[in-house]
Every structure is written in structure tokens, then in C-alpha cells.
């Protein structure tokens, strides 16, 4: 007996005997006799299995599970009711070279997930490179973390593994598992290795506001620029200063969602690609134990890592950053709480732009945990009980882990500053500023706030920018910029900028810099944490929400006490009144982008996150909203 076989136009037949008995269809993707074994059972139900498995709808589970079939994974991977599936956040791609390396640590996260008994998929992340994206990669922060809450609630994904490193890939990421808060746990791709120019140490950012001193000062030419910079970039990996990379990978740590000393482990270094697997094995147990950010990021966990950002000289990006994270796990913390629990905290760790050292120093002296040690035996560590995703505490992660090299992690007796935390001031001229402490040099002390019938205070006429093309523009023939004028930067805040762009830190006429003379900086926007600038920052209302900012005009005088924490311009409560009635609202470039127009709309001040208002009340929504409604 003969038929055509379907689907076939060949005109030929094919013989098939009647008689030929009924049989399986062998396949390595479902096999017949599989007897997957269904692993530990986890506290609660995997989520995942909604998907994959649900014998109320098995015609839905057939359909979500044969697309995933189709990358060659099979039906034992993923429809065991005690299998988790983990996703691998990758933040990694040629837009985001910091992080690029993660394409190959995401490999040994996937070899730990595997071991463990669970199965990794990895996804993309949006990209948020600090030096590529303009106008601010941190416009992109809160875009990143709205795709990733989509991602993590919307799939099939019972826990997941956060790859940071570079700036505003660390909060994004962490903000998203907070607002969703299925079990998740941080790694970042590790700072870059030493930069060297012959026996110097060259640090990342660092040197890029040394070389613009010394090429506005006449001492090197554009091309001798661009090569001291390149040197500070050996390796693949982030910044490696203590610059916002650093200081928010630590602040994961600290927060206990890193594995203890995962933070400062060198990108290219072998440990990086042992801690890629520790981490991967780690997932699936938060997974199976429910461990959730909820249970670790608390009051408690915020405190600790404002505690660290103060030792460890961190960046003025972290009370923005971390700010935000609070707001979307439902916790209270405000810039007041910076200075609260860290400001009378010594600075410990002697590296740039703070210090002296580099990130490779930091990690052989041993890392964030020796830092913790040494605030632990002296009782200035807050919260030594609370939890991290390692399933210790954080005391007993790092208690007696002392610094193997202290020249690089001072003793608490004997450290670099004795009060290095954020001072939080407010006043006329802003309701929230922050100034931090740990960079304040021996020059610009001298110059500004050791009078001793006014100590630790300053005033001064100022000079009024309007975002950094002004300022670029006008610097160097502003004949009224003089010692003791303070430089005002506006526009440049959520809203004004848009994003609040890193162009606080500006450097005085190269007049002056040939003098030796600082000038003090002020603005709604932001500076990179690389800088060695102590810029007053992050000034809330901005300029284009209706901030004082806005209505300053070159001249007016501005006073700066920080043993009072004020900050305020000398007009009086009419005069203000009557130059707002005069200027009216603060005027800024228009949208370019549908994003930014979203954007502006929709995000708060500095000192409140720079969140998306709206996103807030979404708290926890695995547990609150349960899961998504069937696609089909």
C-alpha cells in the first residue's frame, strides 16, 4: 500500500506497510521513559510552573512550553514542579563596555544554576553605559528598571541573578527586584585592573578631571589628554576608583544582596568567574528557601550600607541611588538618614579619589568585608544581625576579617578623616543638598572654611551656568570669576537636564588653577563619583521644578555654614518674592525624545530618588498582584 507522505510535493510515494505496529517518536526534547527527578521542594510554589506545568490549563502549558523547547532545552529542564528557572539579568553588550565582560561570567552563572538544579535563562537588559549614553545615562535608570519589572513579573521566572557593574545598572537592576521581589541576588562585573603612567597609579574619571586642570592650565597638550586618560583603562571591567561603580556595588553588598567580598573582586581575576558560580549555585537556594529583597533590604540593611558609604569614602550618587531602592521596597529613608548614621563615621579606605590606591589594592587588602571588621570591633557598624542573601548575617560574614594590608584599609583609631560621611543642608537657597565630606582637600579647607571668627563656613558672590555648554563657553572670559567666587550650575537636575547629567564638578578659569586656587561648586545636578570635587549636589526643588536655583543671578551672594548645615542666599524673603515675580519659570531645552518627555513627566527630585512617582505604590507584586493574566 502506498500514500504520499504529507506535506510532500515530490511526486513520489512512499510505502508504508500496513501492518507496520504503532510506535513513540523518539526525541531527546520530551523523552518517553523520562523519570526527571523533581529536586528539594521549595518553601512555596514555583511560579514558574504556572507556565510550564499547570494541570488546570494543560492546553496553556503546551504552548508556553514548546517555544522555549525550540533553543534545544527540553521538557525536564522546565516542567519538574520543584525545578526553579532562574534568569540571568545581562547587562553586558558592545553598548556597555564596563559591564561587557558579564557575557562570559554569565557562563559560569549558568554552570552554578545548573549544578544547584535549577535552569537558567538569560535575558538583555537595557543598556546604561555612564560614558556613552547621552545626554545622562541616568535618564536610562529608570527605563532599565521598568523593562526589567516587566521581564521578572511577566515570564516564567522563579528567581534571578542581577549582573551590574557600571553606574545606574546596579540601581536599575535592584530597584526592579525590589518592586517585584521574587528572590534575587547581585554580582557585579568587578572593577578594571590598575592603570599605570610609568610608576603612577592612573585612576579611572579621576585622571579625566586632573588632565582638563592641566590642559586648561597649559600644561599638556590635547593629544598627551587623551592618552593619560586611555591609561586609566587597562582592562575589561568598571571604574576602578571609588567612583559610583565601586560605591554601588558595595552598597549591593552591603545591603546583603552580593555574596560577602563580591564586590571588589577585580573583573579579569579568576575569583570573579569563581564568585560568577558561587552565585549561581546561591539563586536557587534563595529560590527554594523564598528568601525575597523583602527580607533583606530593610531599614536595618539601609543603614548598614549608608555606614560603609561613609568608610569607604563613596560616591554622592548613593543617596540618590539608594533612596530610590527604599522607595520601591517600602522603606523610609531620607538624606537626613545620610547624615544621621554616617557622617561621624571615620574614612578607612585609602583609595582614590578619596585616597591613594586603586581597586586591585582595595580587594588583596581585602575587600569590603575588612572594611565591615573594622566597624564591627569598635560597635560603629549599626545592624551587625541583619540578613544577607549568603543566609548569614552580615556580622557574621565579616566579623575578624581584618585588612591584610593597612595602607590601604586603615585602623578605626587611626583613620584618613575622622568624620567622613555626607553632610545634608538645607535653606534658602535649597531644601536638600548634599556636600560630601571625604574629599574636602587641605587647599580648599585652607581657602574656604578655616576663618576663625566664621570656621567651617564660607560666602561669596556667585557666577551663574546654565547647563555645561555656558559654562564652557564663558569660563575663561568672565572677567567677575575671581578667588572666592562660587559656581553655580542649573539646569542640569530630573527635569532641567533631562536626567540630571554628572557637570556639578567644573574647574575654575586656568588663571586661577596655575594659582593653586579651588572654587567652590553648587548645582541641581549631579557629579561623577570619581571626582575629588566636594560640589554641594543634588539640590532639591532644581532649578526647573521652581528652586531658588533658578532665580539666582551672577553676583548675589551666597553663604555656606556647615557647622549650622545651611546653605542660603543673602536676599531677603521680599526680594526673593519679587525676582521670582520677574524671571518666572525656569526655561529648559524641550524634549528630544518621546522618553524624555515621559520622563519629565513623570520623575521626582534628587532628594527623593529621581523615581518615577507613579511606580511606587507598585510594591512586592508577585506577592500582591499574583500571577499574570494568559496571554492567549
Known sequence: MSQPCAGCNCGRATEVAATSPARAIRSFTS????????????????????????????????????RYLNQGLTVPELQPKNKPIIGIAQTGSDLSPCNKYHTELAKRVRDGIIAAGGTPLEFPCHPIQETGKRPTASLDRNLSYLSLVEVLYGYPLDGVVLLTGCDKTTPALLMAAATVNIPAIAMNV?????????????????????????????????????????????????????????TMNAMAEALGMALPGSASIPAVYRERGACAYATGLRIVDLVREDVKPSDIMTKPAFENAIACCAAIGGSTNAPIHLNAIAKHIGVELDCDDWERVGYHLPLLLNVQPAGEWLCEEYHRAGGLPAVIAELLEHNAFPHPDALTVSGKSIGDNCRGDFALDRRVIVPFDKPLMAEAGFLH?????????????????????????????????????????????????????????????????RGAGPVGYPGAAEVVNMIPPGELIKKGIELPCIGDGRQ???????????????????????????????????????????????????????????????????????YRNSVSELSEGMVIKSAVKYQRIAQTQGIPRANH
Not at 48 to 55: I, L
Not at 558 to 586: P, W
Request: aromatic content about 6%.
Open 31 to 66: 523523552p518517553a521513559d523520562s523519570n526527571a527527578t523533581e529536586g528539594i521542594e521549595p518553601a512555596v510554589p514555583l511560579r514558574s510552573k504556572k507556565w510550564f506545568n499547570d494541570p488546570s490549563d494543560l492546553g496553556m502549558s503546551a504552548l508556553y512550553t514548546e
Open 190 to 246: 568587578g572593577p578594571m585592573l590598575n592603570g599605570y603612567s610609568g610608576q603612577k597609579l592612573i585612576g579611572s574619571g579621576g585622571v579625566v578631571w586632573e588632565s582638563r586642570a592641566r590642559l586648561a592650565a597649559g600644561e599638556i597638550t590635547e593629544a598627551e589628554f587623551l592618552h593619560h586618560v586611555a591609561l586609566s583603562a587597562p582592562s575589561a571591567g568598571h571604574c576602578n576608583t571609588i567612583g559610583t561603580a565601586s
Open 425 to 489: 543642608l538645607k535653606g534658602s537657597l535649597f531644601d536638600s543638598g548634599i556636600m560630601k565630606t571625604s574629599v574636602i582637600s587641605k587647599a580648599f579647607r585652607e581657602q574656604y572654611l578655616s576663618n576663625p571668627d566664621d570656621p567651617m563656613a564660607f560666602e561669596g558672590p556667585v557666577a551663574v551656568f546654565d547647563g555645561p555648554e555656558d559654562y564652557h563657553h564663558r569660563i575663561e572670559h568672565s572677567p567677575d570669576i575671581k578667588p572666592g567666587t562660587i559656581l553655580i550650575m
Open 528 to 598: 561623577s563619583g570619581t571626582s575629588g570635587s566636594p560640589s554641594i549636589l543634588n539640590a532639591s526643588p532644581e532649578a526647573a521644578t521652581g528652586g531658588m536655583l533658578g532665580y539666582l543671578q551672577d553676583g548675589d551672594i551666597v553663604r555656606i555654614d556647615l557647622n549650622k548645615r545651611t546653605a542660603d542666599v543673602l536676599l531677603s524673603h521680599e526680594q526673593i518674592e519679587a525676582r521670582k515675580e520677574q524671571k518666572g519659570d525656569y526655561h529648559y531645552p524641550k524634549s528630544q525624545t518621546p522618553w524624555q518627555e515621559m
